[in-house]
């Protein structure tokens, strides 16, 4: 009886993960294909010849050397900053009582649940104010920190026995040197975590750059590999899912580098 519920539950985890792998299946088989082989119906999934010229074709189809640099900014940028703003903040909220820590903390919290695009004209405004438009900086500052970042990082740092920071401050240790000598090392399956969710976040993101931007200067990936539907003999969606790929390769390559410390970040309980 437990054989059969074994197998039942993984054909069930395999259907599970055809239909997720399914859409990313479809773009790699569509870059690989001729205009002609993409459009056919009933479609097919093994083109003829693999056509490699498709990944030129979309990359010489604008300043994409251009638009990585920009993403790689804009995603290195964010995450810096964010990590300046989110370990001070989680620390204190772990580590500290002081008044009105509960009342900061829900609205923290409360953050996660405004859309960015709810928020986006008042940050406009303010981002031309300062002469940031057109820059990457527009596309960095208002990222600058994290309620995610700060909720997750805060719950990994009360794990730590109160013990292990006694220990360090009989030592002389400052606060500043407990917090990224002791506290960070020890949860840095989180803060990895948190940096790839971060990362692939950021890296897709089409709306802001969109917003912020009005020429290539300061454009980063996925606006630019949508500018590859606007040509005018219609949509070459086997370049485009080309694009797509060189979009999608960098996340998951930093996915299966992190894969582990993901893993552990959600199985960790404690510190032996």
Not at 203 to 230: K, S
């Amino acid at each position: 009886m437990n054989g059969v519920k074994r197998s039942i539950n993984v054909v069930g985890l395999v259907l599970l993960a055809l239909v997720f792998l399914f859409p990313f299946l479809w773009m790699v088989s569509t870059s690989l294909k001729t205009l002609g082989e993409a459009m056919t119906f009933p479609p097919k999934w093994l083109p003829d010849s693999l056509q490699w010229q498709n990944f030129v074709s979309a990359w010489n189809s604008g300043p994409f050397l251009q638009y990585l640099t920009n993403s790689l900014l804009v995603t290195g940028g964010i995450l810096v900053f964010q990590f300046i703003t989110v370990v001070p903040a989680a620390y204190a909220f772990a580590r500290y009582q002081f008044r009105g820590q509960k009342v900061l903390f829900a609205l923290i919290m409360i953050t996660l649940m405004i859309p960015a695009q709810l928020i986006f004209l008042p940050v406009y405004i303010q981002m031309s104010n300062w002469g940031l438009l057109n820059q990457v900086w527009a596309l960095i500052l208002p990222f600058a920190s994290s309620a995610f970042g700060i909720f997750l990082l805060r719950q990994s740092f009360k794990q730590v026995p109160h013990e292990l920071i006694e220990a360090a401050r009989l030592d002389d240790a400052s606060e500043w040197k407990i917090m990224w000598r002791v506290m960070v090392p020890l949860a840095k399956p989180t803060l990895i975590t948190f940096a790839l969710f971060s990362f692939i976040t950021h890296w897709n993101d089409y709306f802001w750059p969109l917003v912020m931007t009005t020429n290539n200067d300061a454009r980063t990936l996925p606006v630019g590999i949508a500018q590859l539907r606007n040509t005018e003999g219609g949509v070459s969606w086997n370049t485009l899912m080309a694009g797509n790929m060189l979009l999608v390769i960098p996340v998951l390559f930093v996915f299966f580098m992190a894969q582990r410390q993901i893993i552990r970040a959600f199985t960790y309980t404690g510190v032996k």
